[in-house]
């Protein structure tokens, strides 16, 4: 099983909505990653967290809270969005944050839009 | 910090032709430089990757080259097909860096 899952693949939500994204992986990954991307942009890193620990927080806005509750599932929980927070929210995986960590396995992602 | 120029920003080519697309990095410490392809509606996924204790490195249609030197990478794809039409994003990153610092990708529209 080389696969991300990410869930829902579509989100709409309300600037006063609380909501949570998933995602899962079965490769028996150590790092896993939260990136944002806008239309006709690459992707850009939030979070990274590595055997379940944050490792990286690239000075995200607070109504963006990651958690990892074990090695195979993060979440984001989402709150107070504003409409500038639209974007595609990408999952990745990679073997950990030592040897290997560069080769990065992407989920589909989860469309946002606040509206 | 680290920055990755792409060029070009779109690309048409004709079915069975060559597509090159061509990245600049600026950070000389940079040694992992991978290829990602992006469909639509659908996540990155790594292509291709070099380190820059090789030159090229080919996997059938595709191929990267690196010049350390002048600080720049490469993506070759020969005997192009219609499912090669994508968003094509270079990366480079460095050890101890724990990220991928992207190019701003390429669109790539192969012709019938």
């Known amino acids: 099983d080389t696969e991300v899952t990410q869930t829902p693949k579509h989100l709409v939500m309300g600037m006063t909505n609380k909501k949570s994204l998933k995602c899962e992986q079965h490769?028996?990954?150590?790092?896993m990653y939260w990136y944002k991307q806008k239309a006709k942009k690459p992707p850009e890193l939030m979070f990274v967290y590595s055997y379940e620990k944050l490792s990286i927080n690239e000075s995200v806005p607070s109504r963006f809270s990651p958690e990892c509750p074990n090695s195979s599932l993060l979440n984001l929980h989402l709150h107070a969005l504003q409409p500038e927070d639209s974007a595609l929210y990408l999952c990745?995986?990679?073997?950990?944050?030592?040897?290997?960590?560069?080769?990065?396995?992407f989920g589909s992602g989860t469309q946002l839009s606040v509206l | 910090g680290e920055n990755v120029e792409q060029h070009p920003s779109t690309l048409s080519v004709q079915e069975g032709d060559s597509a090159v697309i061509k990245c600049t990095y600026s950070?000389?410490?940079?040694?992992?430089f991978p290829w990602y392809k992006q469909e639509l509606g659908k996540g990155p996924q790594l292509i291709i990757d070099?380190?820059?204790?090789?030159g090229e490195k080919k996997d059938q249609r595709i191929a990267v080259t690196l010049n350390k030197t002048a600080k720049h990478f490469s993506l070759h794809i020969t005997e192009t097909q219609p499912e090669d039409s994508a968003v094509y994003f270079c990366a480079a990153s460095k050890t101890g860096a724990q990220k991928l610092v992207f190019g701003q990708g390429t669109r790539l529209t192969i012709n019938p």
């Open positions: 490769m028996g990954h150590r790092a």
């Open positions: 070099i380190r820059s204790n090789v």
């Open positions: 990745a995986s990679s073997q950990d944050l030592g040897q290997g960590w560069e080769k990065l396995f």
């Open positions: 950070d000389s410490a940079s040694n992992y």
